[in-house]
Nanobody, 123 residues
Framework: QVPLVESGGGLVQPGESLRLSCTAP????????IAWFRQTPGKVREGVSC????????DFTNSERGRFTISRDKAKGTVYLQMLGLKPDDTADYYC????????????????WGRGTQVTVSS
């Protein structure tokens, strides 16, 4: 088991920023691909971004490109998702997940999941 814990969600107004954190055991951040997904009620879980051990990252959705940035701090065992210029459409539960291999946009390819953190963007 790889315990993943998300934090940093909250209620913000459109245009504001949030930084989500995904905390894992340090060894996990050094051997797994870590991704952020998000999900709204009635919709499938959507891949947002993913980062490999070597720091290479992949953005899964065009609408977030340029607004969301994924990064990792190996020493702290933490992967971040910096979200700028938030929009109401960004409202969702955000989850981090760990995969043994490479980054994938499919939730089925991830073995370990956190419980999520809620992000609400509303005026």
């Amino acid at each position: 088991q790889v315990p993943l814990v998300e934090s940093g969600g909250g209620l913000v107004q459109p245009g504001e920023s949030l930084r989500l954190s995904c905390t894992a055991p340090a060894f996990a951040v050094n051997i797994y691909a870590i991704a952020w997904f998000r999900q709204t009620p009635g919709k499938v879980r959507e891949g947002v971004s993913c980062i490999l051990v070597d720091g290479e990252s992949t953005d899964f959705t065009n609408s977030e490109r340029g607004r969301f940035t994924i990064s990792r701090d190996k020493a702290k065992g933490t992967v971040y998702l910096q979200m700028l210029g938030l929009k109401p459409d960004d409202t969702a539960d955000y989850y981090c997940a760990a995969a043994y291999t490479s980054c994938s946009r499919s939730p089925n390819d991830y073995t370990f999941w956190g419980r999520g953190t809620q992000v609400t963007v509303s005026s």
